[in-house]
């Protein structure tokens, strides 16, 4: 963007107040002095770590992003006025597909561009008027950076973390590489729009399932300082489910197939057996069955694979599945179970199998009426759960008998609505009359003593497969040998860059690129030097956002990924500002990882951020921004007019930060006309920085002090639209005093208007610094230290009570503000307003809260 400043318009510059002028000044005097670099180990003051989600390069930025950045800039500035050293570092997301796709099209290497688009975004940020710490600027796509990537994958893959398996995957045939769920919608490629399908890959994994459980345990920690939503979806995702792993066998088969259930109280209940149909056991299974099985099973097979693990779970599919002509038997009673194949059963859940009881699980009873399969119930959920076992009267053969009828009118095969609720159990032999919990102890004591079963858990998250069949990653630091062995690239030999993208063919082809790099592949295996091959794959970039909150207390550190004594200082991290669309994988991913550290003894918390703080999206058209729509607002634009300043008090006060925006609602021009009075109300100051607040305007002081008191809180439960509408207020009672008071010399004025520089910076720190100068102090108010409120001026002298009959306000009462109960009521009654409403009508209830309500009940 040109620094020459456009011609003055009205909207640049309203009776004499330059926006751009002022922003361009000030831009220009914090990139000479660097004022925002945060202290060294000599800084005294408390410490501060405040970050945003960083942004990846693609192109210049939006005013979606602006938002973001506006809100982590408004936080960091806080928290300088109020006395802290402040951590507030910036780095770019920089490796990934989009980068990699552009290079394609564009015939070039992505390194150009994405660092030209990170030259761009850098230039915005700083005419943004953000104040971030530049001397710690990262990039994960340097090798300086991604070094400590491959270091970090060594460490997991020594204490067992990083393994290698083949598994079905999402596949994208267009960009030709694995996409993680939350990547797949509506069956599509997020990035491409590509019908998305399974395919078996052998790909690298971090084992995120052995901290489920502390992962899950731990977001108590998070309580009250998490918003509530995300917590809940972390919960969610985690799913630990608590029950038994159940041993069946299968006809004609060696070995047991395992499978865990949530409810085995409900095993007599058991009338067939599902398994995923793109598990190993699965085709096991059919790889002895008829040619007609076969089949069918092929062609079942292919249709389940070109669904996301995501739709398959859907609970208002219609049921789909297959018979195996296998059978299972039940461990219990020794019943032949069908087996089937079916897509609501996911290979890498529990065991990839699972007994169907269709009387109490509504999937299994949807897929039972389906395929008209028998349903038994076995617990009446009719029955008390509480008090003594009750006497069950039985039929000749033992089946219990349900007299009134009430249990047959529940019937699950009729209804069609499984009876999930607690009850009795029933059918199930040495388990009738007991209560579902003591049922499932039971019944777990007798599998365990028969060497049929096991108490455990189970899990709905799944190990993190990081593999990515694409050039612009890290690459994965492992060797293949001849002989079949997998070994670590030496720690000496890191980093193992990247070759040059010329002469590769990146365009996507299901391989990696980097395998036809010959000449890089090529390497010789380290315990004997005899040739060797490299891993062609590079690393997920979750794993560069998963630490590098670390990496910024010391980007520059060519000896350690980062310091742990600084780790000490500095982190967690206080305030962590992003985007909920982040809510899950790049936040769980963050927290595994920060927990492997720990136990490395590296670092001392288990958390890698105490507060968190989503912001809504920007819309436009009731759309999010985005580039791939076409359907947003650039963010250097809007940087001329209505100029940076504008525009954040426009995006901080359109509404509470948590909320969605739509920019067609933000009133740009009514920040400029304000961000304009503050300006003039500096200007027309005329007593000196040495006057005696406490001579000054009584009304007006109270307003400013009542600001500075309550300011603080606001700000910290992040209601920046209440500060902005406040600060509003105190210029309007500014002005105010300056026409029709003691006027431009009322030492009031003076200081109210100091305060509104204060606290104006944090939102719109261009006009704030101009303000600072114009009152006659050097820069920067940035830095300046929060004033403290005089408590003498909080108390309120005077307030205003409602007066209520029957609901319906009558009437407004000027009173002490320490009036009590008995005196505002007299006071309520022989008002005239009041007397009349109540005309000849009986006062048959009359409560009062002193100061602030009367109200009476009439008949």
């Not at 459980?213 to 918003?227: A, I, M, V």
Request: charged share 25%; hydrophobic share 40%.
């Amino acid at each position: 963007m040109s620094q020459t400043p456009p011609p003055a318009t009205p909207s640049h510059a309203e009776r004499g107040f330059d926006a751009y002028a002022i922003q361009t000044k000030w831009q220009a005097l914090w990139a000479e002095h660097d004022p925002f670099r945060a202290g060294g180990d000599d800084d005294t003051r408390p410490r501060k770590y405040v970050l945003g989600m960083f942004p990846y390069p693609s192109g210049d930025m939006h005013m979606g992003h602006a938002e973001n950045y506006a809100y982590v800039d408004t936080v960091a500035r806080f928290w300088r006025h109020r006395g802290y050293n402040v951590l507030n570092p910036i780095g770019w997301d920089s490796f990934g597909l989009p980068a990699e796709n552009a290079a394609i099209q564009r015939g070039s290497d992505p390194r150009e561009w994405t660092y030209s688009n990170i030259a761009q975004q850098k230039e915005s940020l700083k005419h943004f008027g953000t104040s971030y710490d530049w001397s710690r600027v990262l990039h994960t796509s340097d090798p300086e950076y991604y070094r400590w990537n491959q270091w970090l994958f060594q460490r997991l893959y020594e204490r067992g973390l990083a393994y290698r398996k083949e598994s079905p995957v999402n596949w994208c045939p267009n960009d030709q590489t694995v996409l993680a769920n939350e990547q797949v919608v509506d069956g599509h490629c997020e990035r491409c729009g590509a019908e998305v399908v399974k395919k078996k890959l052998t790909q690298w994994y971090f084992k995120i399932t052995d901290y489920a459980d502390r992962l899950l345990d731990d977001l108590n920690q998070l309580e009250g300082f998490w918003p509530q939503k995300v917590i809940r979806m972390q919960r969610n995702w985690i799913g630990r489910s608590i029950g038994a792993d159940i041993d069946f066998e299968i006809e004609g088969r060696d070995g047991v197939v395992t499978v865990f259930s949530t409810r085995p109280d409900t095993l007599h209940g058991a009338t067939f057996f599902v398994v995923a149909p793109d598990s190993d056991l699965a085709a096991e299974l059919v790889a002895g069955a008829d040619a007609d099985v076969r089949l069918r099973f092929q062609a079942y097979l292919d249709q389940v694979q070109r669904q996301t693990e995501i739709e398959r779970q859907s609970t208002d599919r219609p049921k789909t599945g297959v018979f195996l002509g296998r059978y299972a038997v039940n461990p219990i009673n020794g019943e032949r179970l069908p087996v089937w194949a079916a897509d609501y059963v996911l290979a890498d859940y529990g065991h990839g199998a699972v007994m169907a009881v269709p009387a109490h699980d509504q999937r299994d009873l949807d897929f039972a009426r389906a395929f008209d399969l028998p349903v038994k119930v076995v617990v009446d959920t009719t029955a008390p759960v509480t008090g003594a076992i009750p006497v069950i009267d039985v039929d000749d053969e033992g089946v219990p008998l349900d007299p009134d009828g009430a249990l047959a009118e529940l019937d699950p095969a009729t209804t069609g609505v499984a009876l999930t609720g607690d009850g009795r159990l029933i059918n199930s032999g040495s388990l009738n009359g007991l209560s579902k919990r003591n049922a499932i102890a039971r019944v777990i004591e007798e599998l365990e003593a028969a060497g049929r079963g096991r108490a455990a858990k189970s899990f709905r998250l799944r190990d993190w497969l990081i593999s990515r069949q694409r050039f612009w990653g890290t690459p994965i630091p492992m060797i293949h040998t001849e002989d079949g062995r997998i070994v670590p690239v030496p720690d000496d030999q890191l980093p193992l860059r990247l070759p040059a993208a010329q002469g590769l063919d990146l365009a996507p082809k299901g391989t990696s690129p980097l395998g036809g790099a010959e000449e890089w592949m090529a390497t010789t295996d380290p315990e004997t030097g005899a040739p060797a091959r490299r891993d062609p794959d590079t690393m997920d970039t979750f794993v560069d956002s998963s630490w590098y909150f670390l990496r910024f207390l010391s980007p520059g550190d060519d000896t350690e990924a980062f310091s742990s004594r600084l780790a000490d200082k500095w982190a967690p991290v206080d305030s962590y500002i992003g985007g909920v669309e982040h809510a899950i994988l790049h936040l769980l991913y963050a927290r595994f990882i920060t927990k492997v550290l720990y136990d490395m003894g590296l670092i001392d918390f288990t958390e890698p951020f105490a507060t968190l703080i989503n912001q809504g999206m920007v819309l436009l058209g009731g759309s999010k921004m985005s580039k791939s729509k076409g359907n947003l607002v650039e963010f250097a634009a809007s940087m001329e007019d209505p100029g940076a300043d504008a525009s954040r008090v426009a995006i901080a006060f359109a509404g509470p930060v948590e909320d969605d925006i739509e920019w067609e609602d933000v009133s740009t021009t009514g920040a400029q006309k304000f961000l304009a009075r503050a300006w003039r109300v500096a200007k027309d100051v005329a007593s000196p920085t040495d006057v005696v607040w406490a001579e000054g305007d009584t009304a007006l002081r109270r307003v400013t002090h009542r600001l500075l008191a309550d300011a603080p809180g606001l700000v910290e439960q992040t209601k920046f639209n209440v500060v902005i509408a406040r600060l509003m207020e105190l210029v309007n009672a500014t002005r105010k005093t300056i026409d029709t008071g003691a006027g431009p010399a009322d030492p009031a004025v003076r200081e109210a208007a100091e305060v509104t520089a204060m606290i104006l910076d944090l939102f719109a720190p261009h006009t704030a610094e101009e303000l600072w100068e114009i009152l006659g102090y050097e820069p920067f108010v940035g830095l300046v230290p929060w004033r403290q409120a005089d408590p003498t001026l909080l108390v309120e002298e005077s307030v205003t009570a409602v007066v209520q009959i029957d609901g319906k306000v009558r009437a407004t009462l000027q009173v002490p503000a320490r009036i009590d109960g008995a005196e505002l009521e007299k006071l309520a009654r022989a008002d005239e307003r009041v007397a009349r409403a109540l005309g000849d009508r009986e006062v048959v209830r009359a409560v009062v809260r002193p100061p602030k309500v009367v109200s009476f009940s009439t008949k």
